[in-house]
């Protein structure tokens, strides 16, 4: 069983920085993508970036492409996001997810495995 928590999470003003972290505990090797999803009140939740266990490739959605960085050390289990350049529209509850088993790369939630509490990020204008 993996568990996961997240922390990183706090309130900012518009082009302000934040680094959230994805501390994994039981961490499985059979992990095959790591994930940032995020919600916002009303919304629905969407995958931010994704990261593979294997050969490190990375997605990230276009609403956070060149501002946000998703990267992972393996020697601590940990995955990272880094948000830079933030704005109003990306205060949101963050979460981490494992995908495990299978090597199909998917944005969808319920193909997630694994999840973490969430961390609140509020970016003020």
């Known amino acids: 069983q993996v568990q996961l928590v997240e922390s990183g999470g706090d309130s900012v003003q518009a082009g302000g920085s934040l680094r959230l972290s994805c501390v994994a505990s039981?961490?499985?090797?059979?992990?095959?993508?790591m994930a940032w999803f995020r919600q916002a009140p009303g919304k629905e939740r969407e995958a931010i970036a994704t990261?593979?266990?294997?050969?490190?490739?990375?997605y990230y959605a276009d609403s956070v492409k060149g501002r946000f960085t998703i990267s992972r050390d393996s020697a601590k289990n940990t995955v990272y996001l880094k948000m830079n350049s933030l704005k109003p529209e990306d205060t949101a509850m963050y979460y981490c997810?494992?995908?495990?088993?299978?090597?199909?790369?998917?944005?969808?939630?319920?193909?997630?495995?694994?999840w973490g509490q969430g961390t609140q990020v509020t970016v003020s204008s």
């Open positions: 039981g961490y499985s090797t059979v992990t095959t993508y």
């Open positions: 997810a494992f995908r495990q088993g299978d090597l199909r790369w998917t944005l969808a939630p319920s193909q997630y495995h694994f």
């Open positions: 990261i593979a266990t294997s050969g490190g490739s990375t």
